[in-house]
């Protein structure tokens, strides 16, 4: 597969003083180390419920990339790298790192000889979250140059992403997810990467009762035309379960008939507090 590189890449410049900044701005959510969960879903909750103060309703999009490890492309690495700022000695020996790698394939017994490799960072290399981080940023940045990221939040955690977007009704929210989508597919297949559709989903949080929750047409198969994406009643992301009320019963019970008892209990009140009151 031939790579061309998005025609936005070559207007990123960032300022060589505020590139780590900058990096850390739009990466996935880090906080104090093992609680990078606990941020997403906290930071979830409170736009959600912010909305809810302002009489508006929330829908969502999750996707997932496939292969994201091993698909990334060292290449676009490169690129980055060089337009983030970061010093020449450190891009160097990023260069070093990730040009002229090679590997081979085993099965059983059969060794076969050496292949050149300008894909793929090793998901246990204590480089990766750096390297994925930096290529997730670029989606991120270029995300962010198109009108429609004015209308939607661009949320990323590692491989998979959600798509957000606020309205007074629910079916109004379709369209912009609708295009956002879309312009997700068209970045990330630049890059080199690839959307699984069929694992894409659907959410509406509204506390309106007896709401419909309306299906969604992505514009790509298996979710378009007659056969739309159905919402759920519950959203299982980042360990949680999200309820369409967010009063995260679902997530306690669940918690409750597995091993830690108490830490259901302490998520869910931690997600509940999560937002702003609606006083």
């Known amino acids: 597969m031939s790579l061309v590189l998005h025609p936005l890449m070559s207007s990123l410049k960032v300022p060589p003083s505020s590139s780590f900044v900058s990096v850390k701005e739009v990466l996935q959510f880090g906080g104090i180390s093992q609680w990078s969960t606990e941020d997403a879903g906290v930071f979830i909750t409170h736009l959600i419920r912010v909305g809810w103060v302002k009489k508006l309703k929330t829908s969502v999009v999750v996707f997932s990339i496939a292969q994201f490890f091993p698909s990334l492309n060292h290449k676009v690495l490169m690129v980055v790298i060089e337009k983030v700022g ?5 891009g160097e020996f990023f260069q070093s790192y990730l040009t002229g790698c090679k590997t081979m394939y085993k099965w059983d017994d059969f060794m076969s000889g050496l292949f050149a490799v300008d894909i793929g960072v090793g998901q246990r290399s204590g480089l990766s979250p750096v390297l994925s981080g930096l290529y997730i940023g670029l989606v991120l940045k270029l995300f962010s140059l198109d009108p429609i990221s004015k209308k939607v939040q661009l949320l990323s955690y590692i491989g998979d992403g959600t798509v957000l977007t606020q309205s007074t009704h629910l079916a109004q929210n379709l369209p912009k997810l609708k295009a956002a989508y879309g312009v ?14 069929d694992k894409s989903e659907v959410y509406h949080f509204s506390q309106a009762r007896g709401e419909s929750h309306p299906p969604i047409d992505l514009g ?20 949680f379960y999200f309820d369409h009320k967010l009063s995260f019963s679902e997530h306690m019970i669940l918690h409750y008939q597995g091993v830690d008892h108490g830490q259901g209990f302490w998520d869910a009140q931690q997600l509940q507090q999560g937002g702003v009151s609606s006083a």
């Open 86 to 90: 970061f010093p020449q000695v450190m």
């Open 220 to 239: 790509f198969a298996p979710y378009t035309g007659n056969t739309l994406l159905e919402s759920k009643l519950y959203w299982q992301y980042l360990g």
């Open 184 to 197: 997700i597919y068209h970045l990330l297949t630049v890059l080199g990467l690839i959307l699984e559709h």
